[in-house]
């Protein structure tokens, strides 16, 4: 092989250019020379040329490869390209999908909080009618005796006069037009001698003593009511009832005293008088459990003023 310096020998003036060459032209001039150098030493030396059969095959096998990756690669892409197209569909039309159904859900959002919004009136009306009820309903009840009782009311005390014959002691119908006249003037809740008045409740006579529920009392008769102290007392003597019981008292010779009491407490009525009955216009025959009417009349046949009104 040749040395470097006949390399120089055979190419003069070429080392001092390659010095002024830029590094990948000389680079790439040189590999090229090199390669050139080492052919024509081959031929000089009588080596043989590769067939020129063997080539084209070799060539042509390049190709082949060749267009197989391209054509690969071609398919690739397009397969790629079909998978993103199908995609990029698939996305579009589940967009859809969650845009219609988000539409969907916030109609029914809208819808629901109408209704909501109705819902809630609703529900403040019916509140406001069961406080109305419950307040009505625990009005009725203490008018009626169901409930116990306290607060400021009116006090009526009824005494027999000392030396009163059987004609002249107090007889039931005085207390009933008491109690009634204590009714119209406005007091809520009633006792005679510590029994508590209730819807079915009646004064009557039995024998020679005054009853109350079905309880014989004695004087004095001592009268509560509970309700307004300004107006109770006041209102009490305007009524028909109280007018024609001062009346009597006044004839008959028994004495009363009114006072205004700051607090008083009335019990319920016994629970025997507590079940609400009512008669029955409906065939003619048969006790319903129905609200009472106001008035209950005394069991007394001498004495047919002897009613108590009850609210």
């Known amino acids: 092989m040749p040395s470097d310096q006949d390399t120089a020998a055979r190419t003069p003036g070429r080392t001092a250019e390659r010095t002024h060459l830029p590094l990948l032209t000389l680079i790439t001039q040189q590999s090229l020379d090199e390669d050139y150098l080492v052919a024509a ?15 084209r ?18 398919v690739q892409n397009s397969l790629n390209a079909d998978i993103d197209d199908a995609g990029r569909a698939t ?3 589940r967009l859809d999908t969650e845009r219609a159904l988000l539409a969907d859900q916030q109609r029914r959002l809208a819808d629901l909080r109408v209704v909501n919004a109705e819902l809630e009136e609703e529900l403040g009306r019916l509140a406001d009618a069961e406080q109305e009820a419950l307040v009505r309903n625990r009005r009725l009840q203490v008018r009626t005796g169901f409930l116990g009782v306290s607060g400021e009311g009116v006090r009526v005390t009824v005494t027999d006069r ?30 005679v001698n510590g ?14 003593a005054i009853e109350v529920n079905e309880k014989g009392i004695a004087g004095p008769y001592v009268v509560e009511a509970i309700g307004d102290t300004r107006t109770l007392s006041a209102r009490l003597f305007d009524t028909t009832s109280a007018l024609v019981f001062a009346g009597k008292a006044e004839f008959y010779g028994f004495t009363y005293a009114v006072d205004n009491v700051g607090e008083l407490s009335l019990p319920s009525g016994p629970a025997s008088f507590l079940d609400q009955r009512s008669a029955s216009t409906e065939g003619g025959e048969g006790i319903e459990d129905l609200p009472l009417d106001r008035t ?16």
């Open 41 to 55: 030493e081959r031929r000089a030396a009588g080596a043989p040329r590769p067939p020129r059969e063997r080539t």
């Open 57 to 74: 095959r070799w060539a042509l096998l390049v190709i082949v490869v060749f267009g197989l990756m391209v054509s690969t690669a071609f």
């Open 91 to 93: 996305l579009i039309s």
């Open 162 to 191: 000392p030396d009163a014959d059987p004609v002249q002691l107090v007889q039931d119908s005085d207390l009933a037009l008491l109690v009634n006249g204590l009714w119209e003037a406005g007091a809520e809740a009633i006792a």
């Open 195 to 208: 029994h508590r008045l209730t819807a079915r409740s009646a004064i009557r006579t039995s024998g020679q």
């Open 296 to 311: 209950q009349k005394s069991q007394n046949p001498e004495n047919p003023e002897s009613e108590v009104e009850t609210p």
